[in-house]
Every structure is written in C-alpha cells, then in structure tokens.
C-alpha cells in the first residue's frame, strides 16, 4: 500500500441490530483505482458493509470516508437528506436484483437522475444514455422496457445508469448472483472494462475465478469481521487462516 | 297499459344529450377520484400524525356512508354555509371524493407492493425520498394497480346515477323528464339502461387498451 | 354543531335505520339466492344456461342499481307487476347485488385448486359428490370475505331506495335537511347509524371467517 490517503476509508465500522453484531469494528482502506473483492459466506456481513459504504445500512458505530467527506454524517434530518443524496450521487451501485425502474426505458431509466440531480438538458442527457449504452453494449435496446430484456442485459443497464452519473466509486452487490449461468460473462466482461479504466470498486461476489482474475486486494469475511486479506494470489492460492482454507475448499470445487 | 317503443325515437336527441352528460360527469369525476386517490395514498403513508389523521378519519367516514348521502350533505351543505354550486359542480365533487378514497385504499396497497429494492435503486442514484416516491414509487404504484382502479370507474360510472337526485341534468335525470311527459316510464328506463350499458361497454373496452399498453412498462 | 336538535330527531333515525336494516337483511338473503343460481347457472355443462348466467350478471352489472329500481317501481305496472316501494327495493337491491354475488360464488369455486378434483374424481367420485363434498367446502371458507366486501356495499347501497321514497336512513335524513336546513348535523346523525351497522356487519363477517379457517 502507498502512503497517499485513501480514496475510501472504512474506520472501525460496527453494526448491530438489537444484540446481534454483524459488523464487529471493521476497518477498509481502498485507494484511487483500486479494485477490492469481498467474499465469504452468506451472513459474514459483506454485504452490510458494502451497503454501509453509501448509507443504505447505516452503521451503529465508526465512519466512512469518501476522499475528504464523511458518507455518514450524524445531522438533522433535513440536512443529512440534503447531505446523503449529494454523497450517493458521486458512489455508483450495482444490485443482485437489477432495481431497474420498470416503468421507464432504458433510456429513461439512465437519464432521470442526471436530468433530475444534475439538471442536464434532454440532449446532453440522451447523448450521456447512447454513451453509456455503447460501454456496456446496449445500444440497440435503448427504448426497451426492462420487462424486455434478459437478466444479463438487465445488469449490463443497471451498470450503465449508475455509470451516468459519473460516480468516483462503484460498488457491487452479488451483480451476478441472480443471473442464470450463460448470462454471468457479459456482466462480468463489463465489470473486467471498467477494471481496466481503473475505476475505483469494491466487489461482493461469490464468484472466486473473477475475484481472482480481476481484483487487486481480496478480503475474506466471516461472522462480521475481515479475517484475512492480501492480493488475490496469496488468498486463493496460500491462505493462512483455517476459516478462509475451509470456505476456499468449498467454493473452489463446487 | 301496455309497452309502446315508439316514444323513444322523438327523444333521441334528448337521450343522447343526457348520455354525453353523464360521460363528462364520469370523465371529470374520474380525474378527481384518480389524482385525489394519488394525494390521499401519499398523505395517508407518508405525512406526518397530525396530517395523516384527520384524513385517515375522513376516509372512514367516505368509506362507511351511502354516496347518496353524501351528495345531499355536499350540495346542501354547501349551500347552508354560503356556496351555491352548479348541482354539476357539487356532483361531480361528490363522486370524484367518493371514489378518490376507494382508489386511495388501492393505491396505497400499490405503493406497499412496489419492491424495496426500487427504493434503494432511486436512493443510491441520489434522488431524494420525495423525489423517489413521485418518479419511481408512485407511477410503478398506479401502473399496478390499474386493473381495480378500472373497476372502481365502472362502479362510478353506475353511480353518477345518483347525481339527477340532486338535479343534474344527465341520463337519468333526462329520462324522468321524458317520462313526465309521456307518462312511459318502463320504456324510458329501459332506454336508459341500454344507454348505459353502451357507455359502459365502451369504457371497458377503454380500460382493456389501458391496461394493454402498460403491461410492458411495470 | 345543534346538538339540541339531534337530540330531538335522533329517535326518527333510529326507527328508519330499522328500515334500512330490514332492506338490508332481506336483500342479501335474496342476493344470495340469486348469487348461488347465477354461479350454479355460469359453471353449467349447458351452454344456454351458461349464457343466462353471463346476460344476468353482464346486464345487471351494466347498468346503474337505480335504474334498475325505477323499472321495477315504476315501469313494473305497465308489464302487470304491482309492488309497493319497499318490495320494489328489496327485489330490486337483492337481484342487483345477486349479479356480484354471482361473480363473487363463481371466484371462490373456480379458485379451489384443480387437483382437488382431479384427486377426488381418481377415487371415484361423481361430479355432484366431487362439488358437494370436496369443492363447495373449500370454496364456502374463500368465499366469505368478499361476500363480506359485497354485503359491505348493499348496505350502503340499500340508500338508494331514497330516490323511490322508501322511509329508510338516507330519506329521513335528506327530509330532515330540508326541514331544518341543518345538513351536517342530519349527516352526522345518519352517518354514525351507517357506520355502526357496517362495523357490527363487519365484526360478524370476521368471527365467521375466523371459524371458517380454524376447520
């Protein structure tokens, strides 16, 4: 790691709900350009910190920085709204279910944030959808409905909308996990191009070989803490700890 | 006495007017009762106490009482504290408040079914709550609940009957003034109710193309 | 608001609520009837009946209540039927509401699940024992929540024999309107009357359907 100062810093993130703690005191520094794979097991919380990272699941203790913001600000309502939807719009995110808005096409579905967020004029906003939809091939959809498409092309938009927003920072949320097998290699394609443009990610996957082929840093996650992380070829070829040996056996093989 | 058809032709003009009457009455009506069903559902699921419950006791009562009586209190009520309406004006009121609470159950359960996940998807992109639930929560909310909202128009439809009770002068009011003069009430009715039933049709027919052209886009 | 008034007037209501609860009764009782013929007649294996059922349910839902009532009181002499207002209304109000019954009985049977007759026709059992036995049971426990949602509107519905000048809630109260010029207080009065007999109703459709899924 450089010395430079991280472009995400995750500082001691714990959360719990009532008694249960599914994030026990995590820290996580990605710098610019980075790409960074949790895995582990349903449960280990990693999604509950990926969904931290923006504010969905909102921490019961510790802090999350973009560059020099806090993401999760203690303020009145009015002002963390106003806070929130500012920081959210510069951290792009990537669901398991899609969340395409089924009653917009896909252009609509791309343009209504810039439009409404950014005030940008229809033109520049159809000129931004066709760009977007050229990146992850799309194009010939663009006056689709979602309910028309198929699930991998359904992410391939989903990908795409959060791009529109030209966000620092994307996060990704099992994106393959609801797909059927042949739809996996478009979406992850997609994902391999933005790796090489050197966006900013942090990956929760279930998907070893694309951690391992795509990913600067893997962390490994069980029952809300990190229990080991380093570069790809040191976790998935020698890993040290016996949890991370065990859920690699499983995974690998099956 | 027995049953004479022949009446009816020389009221033909007279029926189709008072069927043109009662589908304005239905059309504006029904832009009432939709958009009004929209505000109720927002209100009753997003406002805060003490907005949200004196409309909640408000629908209860729109819910518990007869249409009839409510057009009464609306058009004498409204004369008693000092406003005269047009009896269209008051009507169209009446069944436009009526069904904008029955839409307003429907639509609320609309917005309880849209997935979370959509929530999440407007939130992440930065859209404010408010933002969310008017581009994202309550379109998806309406194109689901289309069906039975269609239903409760053709129920309006059959209600805007209750309106000549108040002296609107549409179908039914139409044909009792007919029947005042000829003294025909059987065939005038009947005439009426067929009258009814074409608009009727038509307007399912509507409502199947309606529901046609969403069904890609939900 | 003239609580003196209502005061006054209230014992008036309560008797044209008994009205409005006799209208009630007998017109779902009579809607029922006509509810269960118009499924049987729509799941017929004859085509005509099928057809009859569908022109009722079609016709009567196709055309406003109070017309219906108007025929039946006032065109009614002219093809030999004489009634007075109030059989007028409750003939009128139970054959209307026996069309959404129709609909209603027809859901509920329909929405049992077809391997139950194809299970209970494997063991050998009729067409009629398979209904009977087996469908109607399961359909019966389906089906009372929205008759509950029909018996619901009839009896807001049973207002509209005002217009035939039934003395029931919403006549007496539109006549107390015109006579004392005090239409929220005559609202209110009449209202609450409505509200209680809908809430009871309710309570009663509640307990059975409890009942009904305990079995």
Redesign the interface.
Known sequence: MTNEQPFIDVRHAQKSYGTLEVLKDISLQVSKGQIVAIIGPSGSGKSTLLRAINDLDPLTGGEIWLEDKQVNKDLPHRQYEKHINKVRQEIGMVFQHFNLFPHLTVRENITLAPKMLKGISDKDADKLAEEQLAKVGMSERIDYYPSQLSGGQKQRVAIARALAMKPKVMLFDEATSALDPELVEEVNLVMKALAEEHMTMIIVTHEMGFAESVCDRVLFMDEGVVVEEGPPEIIFKNPKNERTQNFLRKHLNG | ???DFTVLPGYFDALLLGSLWTIAIMLVSAVISFFGGILLAVIALYAPAIVRYPFRAFS??FM???????L??IY??LI?IGIDLPAFVAGVIGLGLHYAVYNSDIIQAGILAV?K??H??????????G?TIR??IV??AV?TVIPPIGNNLIALL?????V??IGVAEL?LTSQLA?SKTF????F??A??AC??VI??GLEYGLRKIEKR?A??? | MDFDLILRVYPYFLEAALVTIQLAVLSIILGLACGALGAYARLSRWASLRFAGATYVSVIRGTPALIQLFILYFGGPQIGIQLDAFEAGVIGLGVNIGAYMTETIRGAIIAVDKGQIEASRTLGMGGWQTMRYVILPQAARLMIRPLGVNINAQIKGTALVAAISVVELTYTAQRYIGSTYKPFEMFFLAGIIYMVIIYITGLGINWLDRRAQIK
Do not use: W
């Open positions: 006495m027995g049953l209860f009562v518990g009482t007869p249409l009839l009586l409510q009464f209190l004498f009520g008693q997935d996940g959509q999440e998807g407007a939130r992440t992109l930065g859209l404010s709550r933002q581009k994202i379109p998806q194109r059959k209600d805007s009957a209750l000549s009770v039914t029947i025909r009430p059987f065939e009715y009947i009426a109710a009814y039933y009727n049709l969403v890609v886009a939900r």
